[in-house]
């Protein structure tokens, strides 16, 4: 069971660009899990349920996807998608395949309290001290958040917060994604 | 935003793997579920190689020093108990390597924790992972733990005395890896007879000579 270990590494992770961003608080995380990485979706919502409370991350949603295994055919050359883990190609049956996507747990999104559309945001960053004006504050008294900046073509995916159902969860019981 | 979860110990693990082959040191992670025979496999290894070719070793264990035991008398070693984690990190494992004597290895083995499951989504900074399977443990288990085995270059099967004595196929184990990993390397050995030791030695010499580009420094074909 290392998913304790790995929730441990994605928090750690998130913790960092939250504060790259001021030390907005976290509303919601989306990973994503391939048939081959080496981890239970399951188990890390449980991991995740148990490492959370009383950090910072007790009100945090987290969004598990679980990804299809895509793959190159060494022999025919074709692409292919397997909702399945499997080692040999669908398409002509050949063993040798290069395995492209399904092997990663990784993070997708991080969705800050403050969410806006990743347009909104480079719109924003590409404009001087966005909040300024507004609270009549400079840059050093305004807060943290006022010091957001973020070039258009960022990592960062920020998306207005919603309600994350678990019973709705992308894995759902049978996990094929 | 597309960022692996382990990003941060899968660079540490990297910068470790460049380091010490700079120095010639060919890091081998060998994973098994418990009681393959990792330990009983580097004994036989450390005996013949003794004087010959400079290795060390760290052990991997939830709790004691007994496999630590069982190789000092051959080799550095030091053993990393983790108390309950299932698996070993690169944090670990430097940690071990700096309470090593300080040498330039020509291996440096890396004996993980008994599990077939969680060490195989753990990078320690290896050159080359070997995977065990035990004639006891039945020839199904690379289909079923697919991601160790179609992450090793190396599998090993262990204790091939057994043969006679349990429903173990060979043939059946091999074809069952292959098609989870088609470009592994199979041997067949038993540390109680020393079948396939030669074998399993002369292994490892080749794996550094491909993988490292700086050689030998202790005499040559001392594998027997």
Same mark, same amino acid.
């Given at each position: 069971?290392?998913?304790?270990?790995?929730?441990?590494?994605?928090?750690?992770?998130?913790?960092?660009?939250?504060?790259?961003?001021?030390?907005a608080?976290?509303?919601?995380?989306?990973?994503?899990?391939?048939?081959?990485?080496?981890?239970?979706?399951?188990?890390?919502?449980?991991?995740?349920?148990?490492?959370?409370?009383?950090?910072?991350?007790?009100?945090?949603?987290?969004?598990v996807?679980?990804?299809?295994?895509?793959?190159?055919?060494?022999?025919?050359?074709?692409?292919?998608?397997?909702?399945e883990?499997?080692?040999?190609?669908?398409?002509?049956?050949?063993?040798?395949?290069?395995?492209?996507?399904?092997?990663?747990?990784?993070?997708?999104?991080?969705?800050?309290?403050?969410?806006?559309?990743?347009?909104?945001?480079?719109?924003?960053?590409?404009?001087?001290?966005?909040?300024?004006?507004?609270?009549?504050?400079?840059?050093?008294?305004?807060?943290?958040?006022?010091?957001?900046?973020?070039?258009?073509?960022?990592?960062?995916?920020?998306?207005?917060?919603?309600?994350?159902?678990?019973?709705?969860?992308?894995?759902?019981?049978?996990?094929?994604? | 935003?597309?960022?692996?979860?382990?990003?941060?110990?899968?660079?540490?693990? &990297?910068?470790? /793997? %460049?380091?010490?082959?700079? +120095?010639?040191?060919l890091? *081998?992670?060998?994973?098994?579920s418990? $009681? #393959?025979?990792?330990?009983?496999?580097?004994?036989?290894l450390?005996?013949?190689?003794?004087?010959?070719?400079?290795i060390?070793?760290?052990?991997?264990?939830? &709790?004691?020093? /007994? %496999?630590?035991?069982?190789? +000092?008398?051959?080799?550095? *070693?030091?053993?990393?108990?983790?108390? $309950? #984690?299932?698996?070993?990190?690169?944090?670990?494992?430097?940690?071990?390597?700096?309470?090593?004597p300080?040498?330039?290895?020509?291996?440096?083995?890396?004996?993980?924790v008994?599990?077939?499951?969680?060490?195989?989504?753990?990078?320690?900074?290896?050159?080359?992972?070997?995977?065990?399977?035990?004639?006891?443990?039945?020839?199904?288990?690379?289909?079923?733990?697919?991601?160790?085995?179609?992450?090793?270059?190396?599998?090993?099967?262990?204790?091939?005395?057994?043969?006679?004595?349990?429903?173990?196929?060979?043939?059946?184990?091999?074809?069952?890896?292959?098609?989870?990993?088609?470009?592994?390397?199979?041997?067949?050995?038993?540390?109680?007879?020393?079948?396939?030791?030669?074998?399993?030695?002369?292994?490892?010499?080749?794996?550094?000579?491909?993988?490292?580009?700086?050689?030998?420094?202790?005499?040559?074909?001392?594998?027997?």
């Amino acid at each position: 069971m290392h998913e304790q270990s790995l929730v441990a590494a994605l928090l750690k992770q998130v913790t960092g660009i939250a504060a790259d961003h001021g030390g907005a608080d976290v509303t919601e995380i989306e990973v994503e899990i391939g048939p081959l990485s080496g981890v239970e979706p399951l188990l890390v919502e449980s991991a995740f349920e148990r490492l959370v409370p009383q950090t910072a991350f007790s009100e945090t949603r987290l969004v598990v996807r679980c990804i299809p295994l895509q793959g190159v055919c060494r022999t025919c050359d074709r692409d292919f998608a397997a909702p399945e883990l499997r080692f040999d190609c669908p398409l002509c049956g050949a063993r040798h395949i290069r395995i492209v996507r399904g092997e990663e747990f990784r993070l997708m999104s991080v969705t800050l309290e403050d969410g806006e559309s990743p347009a909104e945001w480079s719109r924003r960053a590409a404009a001087p001290h966005p909040r300024t004006a507004d609270s009549g504050l400079s840059p050093q008294q305004e807060g943290p958040r006022s010091r957001l900046r973020l070039p258009p073509s960022s990592p960062l995916f920020c998306r207005r917060k919603f309600r994350h159902d678990h019973d709705k969860s992308p894995c759902g019981s049978g996990r094929s994604g | 935003m597309d960022r692996d979860v382990q990003a941060e110990k899968k660079q540490r693990a &990297a910068a470790l /793997r %460049d380091r010490l082959g700079a +120095r010639g040191t060919l890091v *081998v992670n060998l994973v098994s579920s418990p $009681g #393959a025979g990792k330990t009983a496999l580097l004994q036989e290894l450390a005996r013949r190689w003794q004087g010959t070719r400079k290795i060390a070793v760290l052990v991997g264990d939830l &709790a004691t020093e /007994r %496999d630590a035991d069982r190789l +000092r008398p051959f080799v550095p *070693v030091e053993q990393l108990t983790t108390g $309950g #984690a299932c698996h070993l990190e690169v944090p670990l494992v430097e940690s071990g390597l700096q309470k090593l004597p300080q040498d330039d290895y020509e291996f440096l083995f890396i004996e993980n924790v008994g599990n077939l499951v969680c060490p195989a989504s753990h990078d320690l900074g290896e050159h080359v992972r070997i995977v065990l399977l035990s004639t006891t443990e039945g020839d199904d288990k690379p289909g079923k733990y697919p991601k160790l085995f179609r992450t090793s270059q190396v599998m090993v099967i262990t204790k091939c005395d057994l043969l006679p004595h349990v429903p173990f196929s060979v043939p059946a184990a091999r074809a069952d890896a292959l098609n989870v990993q088609p470009e592994l390397t199979v041997l067949e050995t038993s540390a109680l007879t020393g079948q396939g030791i030669h074998e399993w030695c002369s292994c490892l010499d080749r794996l550094r000579t491909q993988l490292l580009s700086s050689p030998l420094t202790s005499r040559e074909s001392a594998s027997e």
